[in-house]
């Protein structure tokens, strides 16, 4: 059974999104078996547009593979 996903550097299960349309404004979400855990129906749909993910935690930065953000 493949491990759920997490940051890759700290391990870290909370991420955070930049808004396409204004780079200062900012999403957040957590993994929790897989998949994203946001805050709303409208944090879900930029997490899920989204093609680049931050950990909250550390400077790493990429995409989360294997992980439902939708």
Partial sequence: MAAFPKCP??????????????????FAFALANGR??????????IVAGAAESYCSRCSWHGRIPEVNLG
């Fill in 9 to 26: 550097v700290c391990g870290s299960l909370g991420f955070y999104v930049k808004d396409p349309q204004d780079e200062f404004e900012t």
């Fill in 36 to 45: 994203a855990v946001c805050d709303g129906p409208t944090t879900a749909g």
